[in-house]
């Protein structure tokens, strides 16, 4: 009995030295990644370095009133939010409706779906390195057969589709509707694949068509996936500056900045007071815009249990 509760006893601290041990390194990356960057950063945006004495000193608001008067003044920053701004209605009402119209094709097995499977699915699996190079030489002005089509009815920017600021936003939005309908669908057909048989046979034995079956049963029952991919699409607003950058590289002279490209270049440029005040400033209007339309999207809908 002794060496039964003996055993028993040294397997329990077994297992909860095993279980400290694999929860140790994600809550580690936490407090460091997260928790210190952040709080680190949140300090930084009311600091200035000093050349003089070689520390940062404190300086209240001072880097937020330079922003706001920047803002104010210059173009660069406005470019950059209307830019930022856009991609709102890019990813939430073009790209996510389109996204739940393919799932549901694919999931209704129309004729082709094996090949609109791998072209919607190819571009959550490549690189975005790959994606981003893809899209570049299809519309290369040379020799890009994306070019040469729209050449054939007169469309030829000066300076190629990248390098002309009439065109260069558009073709990003153009990218991330092709790059995140591939996403979304992925995350779609799955939740849509397990929605109950018996629901959608029932439907059809009334008499259901396509679109019906859709907007009435579908939509309904992923509802908290249609919301989770909203939410994601949202915080984009905030968070590009990837593709740009790999695309356009912010250019030509600013025209395909965003917000966050913004931080980035202030980073990379030691500017890093800057960069931390207009994180946070974007931080704080970010933060409750988000929770805002969650708590809408999930009024809006019910959260279906299945």
Do not use: C
């Amino acid at each position: 009995m002794n060496k039964s509760t003996s055993y028993i006893k040294k397997s329990k601290v077994l297992k909860n030295i095993f279980i400290i041990s694999m929860l140790a390194l994600p809550i580690l990356h936490f407090l460091i990644f997260f928790v210190y960057i952040n709080i680190d950063t949140i300090l930084l945006s009311f600091q200035r370095f000093n050349y003089n004495t070689g520390s940062y000193q404190w300086v209240g608001m001072d880097n937020f009133n330079r922003l706001y008067r920047d803002f104010i003044e210059l173009d660069g920053i406005k470019t950059a939010l209307i830019n930022s701004l856009l991609l709102f209605p890019v990813t939430n009402f073009i790209t996510l409706p389109l996204s739940i119209i393919s799932a549901y094709f694919l999931y209704r097995k129309v004729p082709g779906n094996k090949i609109f499977r791998v072209i919607f699915f190819l571009p959550s699996i490549l690189s975005i390195v790959v994606l981003t190079m893809s899209f570049q030489f299809m519309l290369d002005p040379y020799f890009g057969p994306g070019s040469q089509v729209l050449r054939f009815f007169g469309l030829d920017p000066v300076g190629g589709w990248f390098g002309n600021k009439g065109t260069v936003m558009p073709m990003i939005f153009i990218y991330l509707i092709w790059a995140g309908i591939g996403f979304n669908v992925v995350l779609l057909n799955g939740a849509i694949s397990r929605i109950p048989q018996e629901i959608i046979e029932s439907a059809r034995l009334d008499g259901i068509g396509m679109f019906k079956e859709l907007v009435l049963i579908v939509i309904p029952l992923v509802w908290p996936t249609i919301t989770t991919l909203f939410i994601v699409g949202t915080t984009s607003v905030f968070t590009l500056f990837l593709q740009n950058m790999l695309l356009a590289n912010g250019g030509p002279s600013g025209a395909s900045m965003t917000i966050a490209y913004m931080v980035v270049e202030m980073v990379q440029n030691g500017n890093l007071t800057d960069a931390a005040a207009l994180g946070t400033a974007f931080t704080l209007i970010g933060v409750p815009i988000i929770f805002l339309i969650k708590r809408f999207m999930e009024k809006f809908g019910e959260n279906v249990e299945y």
